[in-house]
């Protein structure tokens, strides 16, 4: 098994089977990479995902009373769509109009800097709508941070 097969079998085990030991470990790692934001200037986000997937919500809580991050809850999916089966382009139109930001939570939104964390990064589908949500929604900036890049060429 090479270097990038554990890290997706890890990354497998903590979505999928609910292995919440390793979210010490990836929660570490986000962290540590989270540290070149200044924690007053930007707000990180968690991206949308099914309710039954805690990978990402177990990290954000590590990362939340551990290392003192602000984590925001305030992006929704109106409908799970299961992508593992899709190309880019199936993905961009299942995602569109999908992801959206409360009315209540989006003057929490303008003039602020954010960093929307996400598992794993595939084809960026996700990523752009939360993007673009958040932009629309008047933020200065968006950057993202994901576990992984499913790349077929390693």
Known sequence: MNFSEIIKASIYDLKFRHRYDYKFYWAQKIATYLSRYDKEDYRFVLAPSHSAEHL?????????????????????????????????????????????????????????????????????????????????????????VSLALVSDKI
């Open 56 to 144: 990402m919500l177990a990290i954000a809580k590590q990362l939340m009373y551990a290392y003192q991050y602000k984590v925001e809850f305030i992006l929704y999916k109106k409908r799970n769509i299961q992508q593992k089966n899709l190309d880019k382009a199936q993905r961009m139109i299942a995602q569109k109009d999908n992801i959206y930001l409360k009315e209540r939570d989006k003057g929490r939104v303008i003039g602020r800097k954010w960093v929307v964390l996400d598992d794993i990064y595939t084809t960026g589908s996700t990523l752009y709508y939360c993007t673009k949500v958040l932009m629309d929604a008047g933020a200065l900036e968006v950057e993202s």
